[in-house]
């Protein structure tokens, strides 16, 4: 198997542009938790993310996408995203190999990672209330805003149709 690099933000904002989608991103020093993000929240509108990349015993891999303060129940959601066992978090192998962002980077854009379809993607109803959304561009030292409607779009362009599920209590 050989290996291929990650996609950079360079990359990711191309394919954005190529589909016509409009995105702004602002950079800021690298935040590795919500807490530390929420200083930025008077500077980026919108939704923010916190997404949890987890797997189930089948090593069926998700990347669930929900409001950055909400919380996800992970010994019940596995029935609700269709996972055949209680879900627990992916190693970071797995997370650099399919969505080629490290621990603490994850992001809904890692789709853009994702050429082998492994891992499917659960957008919180919640979240999809906002009209804008954010996440890290394939690092967590800035913050890319992007409409819902083309966040979706996105995400079926790199070949995920995201699940649009209620994930949190």
């Known amino acids: 198997m050989t290996e291929t690099a990650p996609k950079t933000a360079a990359e990711f904002f191309r394919f954005l542009d190529s589909l016509d989608i409009s995105h702004s991103t602002k950079t800021h020093p690298p935040v590795f938790t919500v807490a530390e993000s929420e200083s930025l929240r008077d500077a980026i509108p919108g939704g923010h993310t916190k997404n949890l990349f987890v797997k189930d015993k089948k090593d069926q891999y998700f990347v669930l996408t929900v409001e950055e303060r909400a919380t996800v129940d992970l010994k019940t959601v596995h029935k609700v995203i269709g996972a ?66 083309d966040l979706v779009r996105f995400l079926e362009a790199t070949g995920h149709t995201p699940l649009v599920l209620k994930v949190t209590d």
């Open 84 to 149: 055949t066992s209680r879900v627990s978090f992916g190693r970071p192998e797995k997370l650099m190999e399919y969505l080629g962002v490290v621990p603490g980077a994850v992001t809904v854009f890692g789709a853009f990672n994702d050429a082998g379809g492994n891992v499917t993607f659960v957008l919180d109803e919640e979240l999809m209330k906002h009209d804008v959304i954010n996440g890290h561009p394939l690092s967590n030292d800035a913050t890319t805003s992007i409409g819902r409607d």
